[in-house]
């Protein structure tokens, strides 16, 4: 049977999670297959990956390319006509609770996909993995033309179905991402100069360039236990974070606006996490913020 769909993940000093992850994966459906990108873990954890799961496939780079350069590695490799990016620290399912509505319908993603020549990618539901579960990601309202910021449709909210209905959204949510191969071909890989953070949104503007849609469709489900690689709080997070924005702007933003962009979160916007950082005692991510800016400037 030929390859339908490729899961492509990226584990880095992850394996708990990326085991947790892959336990939850459809790992007998010979139309799927699994690609995990070891990004230069200290040990070599693909060697474990792959004594523990042999089904799957597992790349081990010498070196950390990050997000896009380790997700541009499993897609080079992969097979499927439909390529699904999901972070390590997701599962497909909590528990046992595999039939739960929404949690077992990942071709329902597929055909969203094959239902129109527009729709280039489709993200699914994303719901936090601890507690009760609330939404993450119900797709995204649209950027500030100078402040770049957007919001999470039903973040943190109770999922009660108020969010069941399928439609396009501006951007794709990084940790859940389903693209046809053919759009890659025709936008471009990943976008390699991020390393981490922002990454996804680049994408999703370089695939709408393109002429194709975004959607979100809550006909499949996946947990999301965020943060788990580099913290909620690190300084790595916080440095790339505050240059990753800047560069964005740099690539994407409105071009009347481009300027008062940039005096928005060098100034007021970096200028408030040093201050608030260094009140509270926090001066590496202080550090981390000026390095972010620093770093942005000297590109």
């Known amino acids: 049977m030929s390859i339908v769909l490729s899961i492509i993940t990226i584990n880095y000093n992850g394996l708990k999670d990326t085991s947790e992850l892959i336990e939850t994966l ?44 380790g997700n541009n590695l499993g897609i080079k490799a992969a097979q499927g006509k439909y390529l699904f990016f999901v972070n390590n620290d997701t599962v497909f399912y909590r528990g046992e609770r595999r039939v739960e509505s929404g949690e077992r319908n990942l071709y329902s993603l597929v055909e969203r996909l094959k239902s129109s020549e527009k729709i280039g990618m489709v993200c699914p539901k994303i719901r936090f993995a601890w507690g009760d579960a609330p939404i993450q990601f119900a797709g995204y309202t649209p950027l500030s033309r100078i402040t770049m910021r957007n919001r999470a449709i039903g973040f943190g909210e109770p999922d009660d179905g108020q969010y069941n209905d399928a439609y396009p959204t501006p951007y794709a949510h990084g940790a859940a991402m389903m693209v046809k191969r053919e759009v890659v071909e025709k936008a471009g890989l990943m976008p390699e100069n991020y390393f981490l953070y922002y990454e996804e949104l680049d994408w999703s503007m370089m695939i709408r360039r393109a002429g194709y849609e975004i959607w979100y469709d809550p006909s499949f489900t996946i947990y999301h236990k965020e943060s788990q690689t580099t913290g909620q ?25 481009k300027f008062l ?24 991510l202080t550090k981390a913020v000026i390095k972010g800016i620093h770093h942005f400037i000297k590109i």
């Open 233 to 257: 709080n690190s300084p790595l997070r916080t440095y790339y974070i505050t240059r990753n924005r800047l560069l964005f702007v740099s690539r994407n933003g409105f071009a009347p606006y």
């Open 26 to 69: 459809p790992l007998d459906d010979a139309s799927i297959e699994v690609i995990v990108v070891d990004n230069a873990s200290k040990e070599d954890e693909a060697s474990i990956l792959l004594q523990r799961y042999p089904q799957i496939k597992v790349i081990r780079s010498n070196t950390n390319l990050g997000f896009a350069g």
């Open 261 to 284: 962009s940039y005096l928005y979160l060098i100034f007021l916007v970096g200028g408030r996490d040093v201050i608030k950082h260094t009140l509270h005692g926090k001066l590496s």
